[in-house]
Structure formats: structure tokens, C-alpha cells
């Protein structure tokens, strides 16, 4: 264990040295505010605080965590050993930045809380983040800081054992659209038909009718592949299916039919199922309790995990909502189109409460991207971009997850490249 003495014991420093700490380096942490306490510890140690008691490994405080509430912070990102980190501190401290404070600012999305300018969908837009600004948003620098800070502590404590890690690969899949033409009911599916007619999309208006009358597979009906990819190997995988409305019209499906919920049931005999919050159900409790009901009496099992439609996250709402449910895991921490760790660190972290200063069970699985993140790209662009925040992941054990759509693995030319990824490069 690793003793660290502070004036005072912080839920926000609690919060982040454990996430350091015990969740990304492996290695149990205490705290104590008293002196005698920490003199007389023969173990590991540490202080962090304005000022070192004497000798001691000494990590210097920025402050922000023993404030409470949201306010505007001045904030001067520099280089530093081959990364990027902020909030500097003076020289008396063993690293000179305050890589806690940093973290934490990063965790809690705390840039979230403050002004800024919303996308279209009411989102947060990865062009107002830090790490885009500051060109750092494609490194998991949370978890890099922590790895250079494991090496100061095996320098100053041998007898420090790190328990090893393994590189974790959870791949994603938001199936919001599960069919493209089935399950539609009479007047979506009549609608659908005249709109190629109109159009004169005739090749559409033909797959469309084969579909209809079972002559021929639904596009989006990737699912058989889906699994047989998957149960080849250890890969992690969680699909997500909408139960609530769709945000276009044409998207929605009739979710009590029965060819619906057996293709629920049949990936869930297999992967992790589960809930696509739909937009109404982000803001209003009710219906989102509805959504997760209605989708564990079908795989007869409690829901452990949900990601937001849009990935929209409207901070702290959505989440205190996740929270009273008792739903454990959400995986909407991503910018849809643009590739990078959102909250800086690729180790899925407790989501923490800004408003009311506490640490919450609700655990956000940190995402490096989204296919539709990369439409500005060619593929062999993407390819380069996605084996290089492959390897900033594996270089500190993390979990590497990509979002993908069952529609990207459709026989469209243009999905090769997430076909490829998805069966070869994610599984070697």
C-alpha cells in the first residue's frame, strides 16, 4: 500500500488518487491527515500538499482539489517528457506538474460544467475540449502520466510490487437502426416504398421489396457474422439496442414484434446486451426505467450497461439518472466525430459529481472512437490513425474500444475497412 498524508481528505482527492492509483497502476492507496501517522510508516510513502513535511517524496498541490463547486480555472498546457500536462507547480515537487489535479479535471469532464458553445444536437463539441485545443486528445495522457509516475515510485520504493496488466480490447456496437427494412410496420414500410418510387431509387425499391417478402437477408442483419467473429476469441463485446423512439422517423422500428425481440434474445445467448437510451428517455426518468425494463424482461436478465442515442451526454443529469436505476456501466464517453479519449485516459473510471462533490458506482468505460469519426479520412488514413491509438493503449495496459453501427458491417464496399478491423485487426 501506498500512505499519502494531505492536510485534508477531499472526496475529489480520494476520487482521483484511487483512479491513478489502484485502478490504473494496481497498487492500494491510504490517507492520513496526521503527521505521527505518517513519520512513523515504514511502507511506501507520500506527501501531497503547498509543503513538504521534510524529506519525503513530495508531490505538490495545485489546489483545485481541495476546493468545492465549478469555476473558470486558468489553465497553461506545456510539453513535458514526450507528453503533454498542466497545472505546473514549483520544484520542490517530485513531478513538476500536478498530474492529479490535472486528472481530475479531466475526469470529471469539468470543462463541461463551464460556458460553452453546444454542437447541432446539444452536445458537447470535441473542438471546445483541451485535448483538441492542445493537440493531446489521441493520447490516453491520464494513463501515460500515471506509468511515468509508476517509475518514480519503483526508483523510490523497490519493495513496491505493480501487479502486470493485459491490454484489454471491448468491442461496441450501437445496432439504433437493428433492420434496414424490416420491422418497420405497414405505414413506415408504405412510406419507405413510395419515398424510392418518388426518388426513383429503383435498386433500393427492389432490395426493399425482397426483403419485405423474405426472398432476400436484411442489409443491416450482421448479427449471425457479429457473433461468429467474436466467439473466435476473447474480444469483449456489447451491442446496443434501441427500445425507446428513434430520432428520425424513418429509423423507427416496431419493437414489440417478435422477430425484434428474438434477435435480442439470440445476442444475448452469446455477448453482453445493452440499452440504447433513447433521447426521451435521457431526459425524463420515467421512460428511461420503462426503456430498461422492457428490455430485461426480454433477455431475462438485469441490465448492467447503457450508452446514450447521439451519444449525447447532458452532464450530470443523464448520469444521476443511470445512477438511481442501478445501471454500472454507460459507454457514451466519445466524441462521435472525432477520435481521441474524450476524458483522458483509456481505464474505464467512476463517473464523480461535480455538483454534489461525491463519488458515484456509476463506472464510464472510456471509448478511442467512432467509425463515423473518420469520414474525413481515407481508409488507408484511418487505419494508420487507428493502429496509433492502438499502441498508445497498449503501451499502458488499457482497454482499446471502438464504437461501430451493425451498419458498418453491411456488404457495402466502403465497409471494408471496418469489416477488416473488426474481424483481423482487433483480434490479433
Not at 511506501?44 to 495545485?62: D, I, R, T, V, W
Not at 490535472?102 to 463539441?125: N, T
Not at 418518388?198 to 425499391?205: E, G, I, S, T, V
Not at 448492467?304 to 445512477?323: A, D, F, G, W
Amino acid at each position: 500500500m501506498l500512505l499519502i498524508f494531505t492536510k485534508q481528505i477531499t472526496p475529489r482527492i480520494s476520487y482521483v488518487f484511487k483512479h491513478i492509483c489502484t485502478r490504473i497502476l494496481g497498487i492500494k492507496v491510504g490517507f492520513t491527515t496526521e503527521v505521527e501517522a505518517f513519520l512513523a510508516h515504514k511502507g511506501p510513502k507520500a506527501s501531497y500538499g503547498k509543503q513538504p513535511l521534510g524529506n519525503e517524496l513530495f508531490f505538490q498541490s495545485h489546489g483545485l482539489l481541495t476546493q468545492q463547486g465549478i469555476e473558470s480555472v486558468d489553465i497553461n498546457v506545456r510539453d513535458w517528457d514526450q507528453t503533454k500536462c498542466f497545472f505546473a507547480v514549483s520544484d520542490k515537487s517530485a513531478i513538476p506538474f500536478d498530474i492529479f489535479t490535472a486528472a481530475f479535471y479531466l475526469l470529471s469532464r469539468y470543462e463541461e460544467y463551464l460556458p460553452h458553445v453546444k454542437d447541432h444536437l446539444g452536445r458537447f463539441s470535441a473542438h471546445e475540449s483541451l485535448g483538441f485545443k492542445f493537440n493531446f486528445l489521441d493520447s490516453p495522457v491520464i494513463d501515460i502520466w500515471s506509468y511515468k509516475l509508476k517509475v518514480l515510485l519503483q526508483q523510490k520504493f523497490p519493495q513496491l510490487l505493480f501487479p502486470k496488466k493485459q491490454t484489454t480490447v471491448h468491442s461496441l456496437i450501437n445496432a439504433q437502426v437493428a433492420f434496414a427494412f424490416l420491422n418497420k410496420g405497414i405505414f413506415r414500410s408504405f412510406i419507405g416504398f413510395t419515398s424510392d418510387l418518388f426518388k426513383l431509387r429503383l435498386k433500393q425499391f427492389i432490395l426493399r421489396s425482397k426483403v419485405v417478402l423474405g426472398l432476400q437477408k436484411d442489409p443491416y442483419d450482421s448479427y449471425k457474422w457479429i457473433l461468429a467473429v467474436t466467439k473466435k476469441s476473447s474480444m469483449k463485446l456489447t451491442v446496443f439496442f434501441l427500445l425507446g423512439e428513434a430520432v428520425a422517423f424513418h429509423q423507427t422500428i416496431n419493437t414489440q414484434k417478435q422477430k425484434f425481440k428474438m434477435l435480442i434474445k439470440y445476442v444475448a445467448d452469446y455477448k453482453e446486451v445493452g440499452l440504447l437510451v433513447s433521447l426521451r428517455a435521457s431526459t425524463n426518468p420515467d421512460f428511461l426505467k420503462t426503456e430498461k425494463t422492457t428490455l430485461e424482461h426480454i433477455i431475462n436478465r438485469t441490465i448492467q450497461s447503457s450508452q446514450n442515442s447521439n451519444l449525447l451526454i447532458s452532464l450530470p443529469k443523464i448520469y444521476r439518472n443511470l445512477v438511481a436505476l442501478e445501471i454500472k456501466k454507460d459507454y457514451t464517453m466519445v466524441y462521435e466525430n472525432q477520435p481521441g479519449f474524450r476524458a483522458g485516459t483509456c481505464t474505464p473510471f467512476l463517473f464523480y459529481d461535480l455538483d454534489y462533490e461525491i463519488i458515484t458506482p456509476l463506472a464510464i468505460q472510456p471509448i478511442a472512437c467512432t467509425t463515423q469519426g473518420f469520414l474525413k479520412l481515407s481508409p488507408k488514413d484511418t487505419a494508420l490513425k487507428i493502429a496509433q491509438m492502438f499502441g498508445k493503449v497498449q503501451s499502458v495496459n488499457g482497454t482499446f474500444s471502438v464504437l461501430f453501427s451493425n451498419q458498418d458491417f453491411s456488404a457495402d464496399p466502403n465497409n471494408k475497412l471496418w469489416h477488416s478491423l473488426f474481424s483481423e485487426t482487433l483480434l490479433s
